[in-house]
Nanobody, 131 residues
Framework: QVQLVESGGGLVQPGGSLRLSCAAS????????IGWFRQAPGKEREGVSC????????HYVDSVKGRFTISRDNAKNTVYLQMGSLKPEDTAVYYC????????????????????????WGQGTQVTVSS
């Protein structure tokens, strides 16, 4: 049974940092692309970053490039999202999701941004950026 559990959210001041974790069970992480999505109140769920199955290629949406870093620890079956220079507009519930489709070639944008690509989801963790 595929299961994803997010942790690491919380309240942080603007300019601060947080590291989110996505612990996977029931499957081998490097065989899946893992995506991070976020959803703010009243808004649609949006893609943030993803790390591709097998080769670990990473992708980011423009709004987080240079501030967020996604990484994968195969030994711990965990994916991380290191978030820095946080802004109030980063406030949202953050979700990780899994799909077998590689985030490569011309299809990577679909995997990065479309939540409907992903059949498996965690329960989410709240990130609030506020002074």
């Amino acid at each position: 049974q595929v299961q994803l559990v997010e942790s690491g959210g919380g309240l942080v001041q603007p300019g601060g940092s947080l590291r989110l974790s996505c612990a996977a069970s029931g499957f081998t992480l490097h065989n899946y692309t893992i995506g991070w999505f976020r959803q703010a109140p009243g808004k649609e769920r949006e893609g943030v970053s993803c790390i591709s199955s097998s080769d670990g290629t990473t992708h980011y949406v423009d709004s987080v490039k240079g501030r967020f870093t996604i990484s994968r620890d195969n030994a711990k079956n965990t994916v991380y999202l290191q978030m820095g220079s946080l802004k109030p507009e980063d406030t949202a519930v953050y979700y990780c999701a899994a799909v077998t489709t590689p985030a490569s070639g011309s299809y990577y944008l679909n995997v990065l941004t479309d939540p409907y690509e992903y059949p498996y989801w965690g329960q989410g963790t709240q990130v609030t950026v506020s002074s």
